[in-house]
């Protein structure tokens, strides 16, 4: 199979905005694993639903 190259990108504003997509899809892992360790907690009575709510509203407002 040949590959060739037809256009390569280079402008620091075009990689600047790869980053920020890359680092926002990692830290939206992160959250989800966050909520879903807080979801188990708070299903297992382990943590009050106050400490469940607060970290909920923090993973939808980070999100926005």
Known sequence: ML?????TME???YIRLQQDH????AKMKAME???DRQ???NNST??????YKQKLI?????TL
């Open 58 to 62: 923090t993973i939808v407002i980070k």
């Open 39 to 41: 979801k188990e907690l």
């Open 11 to 13: 402008d620091p504003q």
């Open 46 to 51: 382990a943590t009050g639903d106050k400490v």
């Open 3 to 7: 590959i060739e190259v037809i256009a």
């Open 33 to 35: 694993k966050e909520y």
């Open 22 to 25: 890359l680092t926002a899809i």
